[in-house]
Each structure stands twice: as C-alpha cells, then as structure tokens.
C-alpha cells in the first residue's frame, strides 16, 4: 500500500504542478503587435514629404544632367552625320570633345547618383526614427510587450502599421497647421 499512496502523491504534485505552470502561462501572456516598415517607407507622409523634398533639391542637377546628355546626343549625331566630310584632324578633334564631354557627364552623373543615395538614405532614416518613436509610444500606451518590424509572415491581427500611420500623420508638422 505505501507504493500506492507514494504513487498517488506524485500524481497529485504533477497534476498540481501542471496547474500552476498554466495558469502562470496564462497570466503572462505576452501582447505581441507587427509593423510593416516598407509601408511606413512608401505610405506615410512623412515619407512622402521626404521624397517631395529630395526632388526639389535635386532638380536642378538632374535638370543639368539632361541637358548635358541632349549635348552629348546632338554632338554626337553631328559627328556621325559628318564624319566624311571631315578631315582627320577635325575629325579627331570633333571625337576627342565628344570624348571629354561624355566623360564629364558619366562623372557628374554619378556623383548626382552618390548624393541623391546619400541623401534619400539619411531621409528615410529620419523617417524611421520618427516612426520607431510612434511605434514605442503605441507599445507603452497599449501595454505591448513585443513590437517587430520584419517577419516572415504577420497575421493581419496583430499588424498595427494603419495605427502607427496614422499617429505618423498626426505628430508630423504639417498636421499641426
């Protein structure tokens, strides 16, 4: 009889113990919530206003770029049109500023590339840390206790970016005039 008694006792601490850990499980459970970042990239205004910004500081030189490949296109058109009739020295002299003229715009453009990178880079990362602000805001408020930002897959359950947008929009300058 005493294996019995030994055995239900153990039984009886598993069962309780068992009860004990569910019932912590569930009094712990965690708030979990998902943004989408790309979205925020491409749908907040902030982002918007950013890009705005960017093509207005950049105008001038993608506008410079332009015109200099149409001189690079014209010049070279001519030189095609009237290489026969050339002679050789005009000739290699018309290909030799031709020449120097490309390798200025391919130099000029891709300094604007560098720049304008540059530039969107530090753009969108001002973007982010206004929205990591909002998304820490909603988490205090909200009592979440875990907020991620990349993922496999998100179920639309738990996916707030439509909140942080919108608390995006409210807290950004322009809604406030």
């Known amino acids: 009889m005493q294996t019995g008694t030994f055995f239900k006792r153990v039984v009886g601490v598993v069962a309780l113990t068992g009860a004990l850990v569910a019932g912590a499980a569930q009094a712990q459970e965690a708030r979990i919530a998902a ?5 925020i990239l491409r749908e907040s205004s902030a982002a918007k206003a950013a890009q705005l910004k960017l093509e207005a500081e ?5 506008k410079d770029l332009q015109d200099m490949a149409s001189r690079l296109k014209t010049l070279s058109d001519q030189l ?24 200025e715009f391919q130099r000029k453009q891709r300094e604007f590339r560098e720049d304008l990178n540059q530039r969107r880079n530090e753009e969108l990362a001002a973007v982010l840390d206004r929205a990591n602000k909002v998304i820490k805001q909603i988490a205090e408020q909200q009592h979440y206790d875990l907020i991620v930002q990349e993922a496999v897959y ?22 406030t005039n």
């Open 35 to 39: 943004v989408n970042s790309d979205r």
């Open 58 to 62: 950049f105008a001038k030189r993608d």
């Open 80 to 103: 095609d049109k009237n290489a026969a009739s050339l002679s050789p020295t005009d000739r290699a002299s018309k290909q030799s500023q031709l020449s120097n003229l490309d390798t």
């Open 154 to 175: 998100v179920s639309p359950r738990i996916d707030i970016t439509d909140q942080v947008l919108k608390a995006l929009a409210a807290s950004s300058p322009s809604a």
